[in-house]
């Protein structure tokens, strides 16, 4: 009779239990080296009086860049008004115009093909060469927006549309707008042509109409990818300063500064990386809390329909 020893075997390596982990790996390591580690210096900059033109000053501050921003920077507070008004307004106008292109280009006529490929095609273009295309649109002498209104008796005279906050930002808008409609299209196109044509069938023979069929089928079905690209869209909106700043740099009087945006001319005009480093480590907590509020009311995953 063979004696116990006490000594565990050693186990066998399990080559299809470790297989996802070896194929993870690579994005694991991705993400640490170009992710987590880059934000991991940014949240330390911001403990850091750190400015360029200054090195020798460079030293641990604690949260004073924090404090600072929240007791002292009224600037801070003007572009997260200004950030809130350019998400919400121009990710609302999308949101609609997206969905209801998407209806529509969901039904079967001639040239649906070229309608789509027109309709999606300012997705494809970069936010500086969309903000360059409409700021030549809004000009003031030479502009497409003057000429046309001229022509139709709206104005008399040439207008500034980026004179005053207003304007500018209701410009700014309206360019964000046409950029970000086809995001929107493409994603409910594809959840609309994943629902059955049985489940409408039913319904209209049960004696549903179109208003009822829209509220009680349509969107529920597709609520989980309204969430997602608004969501998606938001924080894209948010970080934007492309668009923005090729075509209004900000002003006037820094009436369409963004958070983004000021993090951007902190970083690269005043040369205060720690400034700019406790700016843009607020923006990324704000965005993250936002993101996890509004995934939980929006119930993302749970089945919508009745």
Same mark, same amino acid.
């Given at each position: 009779?063979?004696?116990? *020893?006490?000594?565990?075997?050693?186990?066998?390596?399990?080559?299809?239990?470790? &297989?996802?982990? =070896?194929?993870?790996?690579? +994005?694991?390591?991705?993400?640490?080296?170009?992710? =987590?580690?880059?934000?991991?210096?940014?949240?330390?900059?911001?403990?850091?009086? $750190?400015?360029?033109?200054?090195?020798?000053?460079?030293?641990?501050?604690?949260?004073?860049?924090? +404090?600072?921003?929240?007791?002292?920077?009224?600037?801070?507070?003007?572009?997260?008004?200004?950030?809130?008004?350019?998400?919400?307004? #121009?990710?609302? +106008?999308?949101?609609?115009?997206?969905?209801?292109? /998407?209806?529509?280009?969901?039904?079967?006529?001639?040239?649906?093909?070229?309608?789509?490929? %027109?309709? %999606?095609?300012?997705?494809?273009?970069?936010?500086?060469?969309?903000?360059?295309?409409? #700021?030549?649109?809004?000009?003031? *002498?030479?502009?497409? %927006?003057?000429?046309?209104?001229?022509?139709?008796? +709206?104005?008399?005279?040439?207008?500034?549309?980026?004179?005053?906050?207003?304007? @500018?930002?209701?410009? @700014?808008?309206?360019?964000?707008?046409?950029?970000?409609?086809?995001?929107?299209?493409?994603?409910?196109? #594809?959840?609309?042509?994943?629902?059955?044509?049985?489940?409408?069938?039913?319904?209209?023979? !049960?004696?549903?109409?179109?208003?009822?069929?829209?509220?009680? =089928?349509?969107?529920?079905?597709?609520?989980?990818?309204? =969430?997602?690209?608004?969501?998606?869209?938001?924080?894209? *909106?948010?970080?934007?300063?492309?668009?923005? $700043? #090729?075509? &209004?740099?900000?002003?006037?009087?820094?009436? *369409?500064?963004?958070?983004?945006?000021?993090?951007?001319?902190?970083?690269?005009?005043?040369? !205060?990386?720690?400034?700019?480093? /406790?700016?843009?480590?607020?923006?990324?907590?704000?965005?993250?809390?936002? /993101?996890? /509020?509004?995934?939980?009311?929006?119930?993302?995953?749970?089945?919508?329909?009745?």
């Amino acid at each position: 009779m063979a004696r116990k *020893t006490g000594i565990k075997p050693a186990r066998r390596f399990n080559r299809r239990a470790a &297989t996802p982990y =070896i194929l993870l790996a690579p +994005i694991l390591i991705y993400v640490a080296l170009l992710m =987590i580690w880059p934000m991991i210096n940014v949240y330390v900059m911001s403990l850091q009086n $750190y400015q360029l033109l200054k090195p020798k000053e460079r030293a641990f501050i604690g949260f004073t860049n924090y +404090i600072n921003i929240f007791t002292k920077d009224e600037l801070f507070f003007k572009a997260l008004g200004n950030s809130f008004w350019w998400v919400v307004i #121009s990710v609302a +106008i999308q949101t609609v115009l997206g969905f209801s292109l /998407a209806m529509l280009l969901n039904q079967t006529f001639k040239g649906r093909g070229l309608y789509r490929a %027109l309709v %999606l095609s300012p997705w494809a273009v970069a936010g500086v060469m969309v903000g360059i295309i409409w #700021s030549l649109i809004y000009g003031e *002498t030479y502009g497409v %927006l003057n000429d046309i209104l001229k022509r139709i008796g +709206i104005i008399d005279r040439n207008i500034s549309w980026f004179s005053s906050g207003r304007s @500018a930002m209701a410009a @700014a808008i309206i360019a964000n707008v046409w950029r970000g409609i086809p995001f929107f299209c493409l994603n409910y196109l #594809s959840a609309l042509s994943s629902i059955s044509d049985d489940i409408y069938e039913s319904a209209t023979i !049960d004696g549903a109409n179109g208003v009822v069929t829209l509220f009680k =089928i349509t969107i529920p079905m597709i609520k989980d990818t309204i =969430i997602l690209t608004t969501l998606l869209r938001s924080i894209w *909106t948010f970080n934007a300063v492309d668009l923005i $700043y #090729s075509l &209004t740099y900000g002003g006037p009087n820094n009436a *369409t500064l963004t958070v983004p945006l000021y993090v951007m001319t902190t970083f690269k005009t005043k040369l !205060d990386y720690g400034y700019a480093s /406790a700016l843009a480590g607020v923006a990324t907590i704000m965005m993250m809390g936002f /993101a996890v /509020a509004y995934i939980k009311m929006g119930k993302l995953g749970k089945e919508g329909m009745y």
